[in-house]
């Protein structure tokens, strides 16, 4: 939620919260969050977490 959750450090702690996930996706759920933020956002959950992956409001899905 632009605003509310998209900083990079609210992503790394709920990554540290969910180490047994076996996939973490990150949704574009408004045009205001740049397909680059989700990409900088993932990489944030990318050290704590395996398989991390983000998805467009287009629905393409790509992994970090």
Do not use: C, W
Request: net charge positive.
């Amino acid at each position: 939620i632009p605003g509310k959750n998209d900083f990079p450090q609210i992503i790394s702690r709920i990554a540290q919260q969910i180490p047994f996930a076996h996939k973490y996706v990150l949704k574009q759920f408004s045009p205001l969050t740049s397909k680059q933020q989700l990409i900088e956002l993932a990489s944030s959950a990318k050290q704590f977490l395996r398989n991390v992956s983000i998805k467009t409001l287009e629905g393409e899905e790509e992994v970090v």
